[in-house]
């Protein structure tokens, strides 16, 4: 089901949460809520949950006005950061739950219950532990069970909250992956909240950028990260060199291809940072200080002798390449930059 | 892990232990005072109690204003306990789960029947419901008696034992947080189903224990009670104000047989609340 949010301002005392925030989610995506500790994401998850109320604005949900409806007629399904799991009660008895608690007339039978939560236990393959407590699962298998049970009750959107915050990362980087199938299997429409850009580039269709309780960018990973509409997508997003340009680096820039304006500001990806070798010192100050090797890509650090109070410069590139180069610490390189943001 | 377990023994055996005699000697110091302060007294008032016999032990319980006392004690109990226990469950939630002005004054005031003196409590009855209080006229004139009689005995109980459900249940209730509860709403469940089937098994331990002291003091108050009773014979005396007027007419069985009644309460109650203590213990999170 599709959410319109429009206008949603919330304040906790003098702090602003949510400044004037306007966001359309159509139907069956799956979209990530991506910003810094304290930027208000998390309180606009629990405003389209019904947990919070806004203080202005309006939610929609399949064209219909939510805003005042109480959390339990909302139809959503919500997945806490730390699973929220009773404790007290079974695995199978968890995701029952939604169920039971159904008014007589549409509760199904105990039969059809446990027929549902079987097929969702199976769904998130953890159905031998239907009997076992909470407090007896992995962190990876609580996360699952929560999700099962949010899914128990068919809701119109489901809701996650940094639904990957409290794992291992091995056990979150399986987890990413799997909930981006299981999303492509039921297509309910679904959103989650994370401070982790990689996990938001990797699980969903659509990210959201919020910074200071506001939205910076909407779009899908691809576009995001390559035309960061301002400077703090660009910098929270990916790495990025920033550089301010001023007479000396102008200066420098020009003979790595680039032309940029006295006082602006350039971000540039690493990986758009070409080099190679120099015959000799005279041919370039930039020398390599440091590098390491990160798998599949290497990260090299640059210094500028002619700059020598700036920051360090990053580049990355494949590992083959670098080797074909055969370069090392302390090496002289030419560089060459092929593409930059431009910010002021 | 294993090793660093291992170390620790080592050190233990080797100095974390003090010689023989401090041990031994600071042993014998605390085993000597609890068997001088507290079970001494209770031998004695069992040995008080029976040393005319049983039948004399027997016949001072039965007779007609020790029973009153034992009827009156328990009424106070059915009815305190049970009011407390909905008040402290209902104070407790707003405390923990709300927002409002005045949250940190309520917390303080609900301390407050333990920080003033008991017999301070009785007066402040007798001077809203008394012949001269606030009320007095206009109870006097619809001819209800609060002071002198059964409900000011209850409400000044009432007002005693307020804290102890509170105070067991806010701290846990505050550790548990209220992420079950959002969770069981947002699955639709209903307010009362969320207390029944979700805050309630998780806090039932705790409310057991606090209700257990909360009917121990019921049944055992005497400063408050004292005060708003009247010492009426078998209309207003409560087991602990007949002990007391037992004792001061030298009636020594009397007194010793309804103090072994009391003491035998407080025994039962000692024993459930370590096992419920045990249970709490169990029901304890690991997350």
Same mark, same amino acid.
């Given at each position: 089901m599709s959410i319109v949010l429009s206008n949603i301002s919330k304040n906790f005392g003098q702090f602003a949460a949510l400044n004037n925030v306007s966001l359309e989610i159509p139907e069956g995506d799956l979209v990530a809520l991506l910003g810094p500790s304290g930027c208000g994401k998390t309180t606009l998850l629990r405003i389209i949950a019904g947990l919070e109320s806004p203080d202005a604005g309006h939610v929609v949900i399949n064209g219909q006005d939510k805003t005042s409806e109480h959390v339990s007629h909302r139809g959503i399904g919500f997945v806490f950061q730390h699973y929220a799991l009773f404790r007290h009660m079974t695995v199978f008895d968890n995701v029952a739950f939604g169920l039971r608690v159904k008014p007589r007339q549409s509760r199904p039978?105990?039969?059809?219950?446990? =027929? =549902?939560?079987?097929? &969702?236990?199976? &769904?998130?393959?953890?159905?031998? &532990?239907?009997?076992?407590?909470?407090?007896?699962?992995?962190?990876?298998?609580?996360?699952?069970?929560?999700?099962?049970?949010?899914?128990?009750?068919? !809701?119109?959107?489901?809701?996650?909250?940094?639904?990957?915050?409290?794992?291992?990362?091995?056990?979150?980087?399986?987890?990413?992956?799997?909930?981006?199938?299981?999303?492509?299997?039921? @297509?309910?429409?679904?959103?989650?909240?994370? @401070?982790?850009? +990689? +996990?938001?580039?990797?699980?969903?269709?659509?990210?959201?950028?919020?910074?200071?309780?506001? *939205?910076?960018?909407?779009?899908?990973?691809s576009a995001i990260y390559d035309h960061p509409s301002n400077a703090f997508v660009s910098?929270? *997003?990916?790495?990025?060199? *920033?550089?301010? %340009?001023?007479?000396?680096?102008?200066?420098?820039?020009?003979?790595?291809?680039?032309?940029?304006?006295?006082?602006? %500001?350039? @971000?540039?990806? !690493?990986? @758009? *940072?070409?080099?190679?070798?120099? +015959?000799?010192?005279?041919?370039?100050?930039?020398?390599?200080?440091?590098?390491?090797?990160?798998?599949?890509?290497?990260?090299?650090?640059?210094?500028?002798?002619?700059? !020598?109070?700036?920051?360090?410069?990053?580049?990355?590139?494949?590992?083959?390449?670098?080797?074909?180069?055969?370069?090392?610490?302390?090496?002289?390189?030419?560089?060459?930059?092929?593409?930059?943001?431009w910010f002021n | 892990m294993h090793a $660093?377990?291992?170390?620790?023994?080592?050190?233990?055996?080797?100095?974390?232990?003090?010689? $023989?005699?401090?041990?031994?000697?600071?042993?014998?110091?605390?085993?000597?005072?609890?068997?001088?302060?507290?079970?001494?007294?209770?031998?004695?008032?069992?040995?008080?109690?029976?040393?005319?016999?049983?039948?004399?032990?027997?016949?001072?319980?039965?007779?007609?204003?020790?029973?009153?006392?034992?009827?009156?004690?328990?009424?106070?109990?059915?009815?305190?306990?049970?009011? /407390?226990?909905?008040?402290?469950?209902?104070?407790?939630?707003?405390?923990?789960?709300?927002?409002?002005?005045? $949250? /940190?004054?309520?917390?303080?005031?609900?301390?407050?029947?333990?920080?003033?003196?008991?017999?301070?409590?009785?007066?402040?009855?007798?001077?809203?419901?008394?012949?001269?209080?606030?009320?007095?006229?206009?109870?006097?004139?619809?001819?209800?008696?609060?002071?002198?009689?059964?409900?000011?005995?209850?409400l000044a109980t009432i007002f005693i034992t307020f804290p102890f459900v509170v105070r067991e249940l806010i701290p846990l209730m505050q550790e548990l947080g209220c992420e079950e509860e959002e969770a069981a709403i947002s699955l639709g469940a209903s307010g009362w189903q969320t207390f029944f089937f979700v805050t309630l098994p998780n806090i039932k331990w705790a409310l057991l224990y606090g209700v257990l002291l909360c009917n121990a003091r019921a049944m055992g108050e005497f400063g408050a009670v004292s005060v708003v009773s009247g010492h009426i014979r078998g209309m207003t005396n409560t087991l602990p104000l007949h002990i007391e007027v037992s004792y001061n007419e030298y009636d020594v069985i009397a007194a010793f047989a309804s103090a072994s009644v009391l003491a035998g309460l407080a025994i039962v109650t000692l024993v459930l609340k370590t096992f419920l203590e045990w249970k709490q213990s169990k029901a304890g999170f690991s997350s």
């Open positions: 039978g105990e039969a059809e219950i446990s =027929k =549902k939560v079987k097929s &969702l236990l199976d &769904l998130v393959q953890l159905g031998w &532990l239907a009997d076992r407590f909470p407090d007896q699962l992995s962190g990876g298998q609580r996360q699952r069970i929560a999700l099962a049970r949010a899914l128990a009750v068919e !809701p119109n959107v489901l809701l996650l909250d940094e639904p990957f915050g409290a794992l291992d990362a091995s056990v979150r980087k399986d987890l990413r992956q799997w909930l981006r199938n299981l999303h492509h299997e039921l @297509h309910v429409t679904s959103i989650f909240v994370t @401070h982790d850009q +990689e +996990e938001a580039m990797e699980v969903a269709s659509q990210v959201v950028v919020l910074n200071h309780g506001q *939205i910076e960018q909407q779009g899908a990973p910098k929270f *997003i990916g790495q990025t060199n *920033i550089i301010r %340009v001023d007479q000396a680096e102008k200066v420098w820039l020009s003979t790595t291809g680039l032309d940029g304006e006295l006082g602006s %500001v350039a @971000h540039i990806r !690493p990986h @758009h *940072i070409d080099l190679s070798k120099a +015959e000799n010192a005279s041919q370039s100050p930039v020398i390599i200080k440091d590098w390491q090797h990160l798998g599949a890509i290497i990260r090299i650090e640059l210094f500028n002798a002619l700059l !020598p109070d700036t920051k360090s410069l990053f580049a990355e590139m494949p590992s083959e390449h670098f080797k074909q180069l055969t370069l090392d610490k302390g090496d002289h390189v030419i560089v060459k930059i092929k593409h930059a943001n | $660093k377990v291992q170390l620790i023994g080592q050190v233990e055996t080797q100095a974390l232990y003090d010689p $023989k005699w401090v041990r031994y000697s600071l042993i014998g110091i605390a085993v000597g005072f609890i068997t001088l302060f507290l079970l001494s007294p209770l031998l004695l008032v069992l040995y008080q109690a029976f040393s005319k016999g049983l039948q004399a032990y027997w016949n001072a319980l039965s007779e007609p204003d020790g029973l009153s006392a034992l009827r009156l004690t328990l009424l106070v109990a059915v009815i305190t306990v049970p009011m /407390n226990t909905v008040f402290g469950v209902v104070a407790a939630w707003t405390i923990t789960r709300f927002e409002f002005p005045g $949250k /940190n004054l309520l917390t303080t005031l609900i301390d407050l029947p333990f920080s003033v003196s008991p017999v301070i409590s009785g007066l402040i009855f007798v001077l809203l419901f008394g012949a001269q209080g606030w009320f007095g006229e206009w109870l006097q004139a619809h001819d209800i008696k609060i002071i002198f009689a059964v409900p000011g005995i209850v």
